[in-house]
Nanobody
């Protein structure tokens, strides 16, 4: 069992930056693919990006490519989402997710709110 807790969300002006963190409890964190998703009320959850267990490979949604970077520190059981040049359309609840293989994810955090003002 893996429990995920996100933090780092908040209110930021357009063009600003935020770094979200997701701390995982449980064993074998380093064996999980970690991903970030986001959701706006009334809309489907949207994939933001993911990182492989080693951190050697990442991929991103086109909507955030070039503005977001996912990294992980397996020693700290933590995955990060660095978001730069934020836009109002990035406003959403951001969720961290984990799975051994993907593309579906078994474990989810409760989310952290990101609000970007124009």
């Amino acid at each position: 069992q893996v429990q995920l807790v996100e933090s780092g969300g908040g209110l930021v002006q357009a063009g600003g930056s935020l770094r979200l963190s997701c701390v995982a409890s449980g064993r074998f964190f380093s064996r999980y693919i970690m991903a970030w998703f986001r959701q706006v009320p009334g809309k489907e959850r949207e994939f933001v990006g993911r990182i492989t267990w080693s951190g050697g490979s990442t991929d991103y949604a086109d909507s955030v490519k070039g503005r977001c970077t996912i990294s992980r520190d397996n020693a700290k059981n933590t995955v990060y989402l660095q978001m730069n040049n934020l836009k109002p359309e990035d406003t959403a609840v951001y969720y961290c997710a984990a799975d051994r293989t993907g593309p579906t994810y078994e474990f989810w955090g409760r989310g952290t709110q990101v609000t970007v003002s124009s």
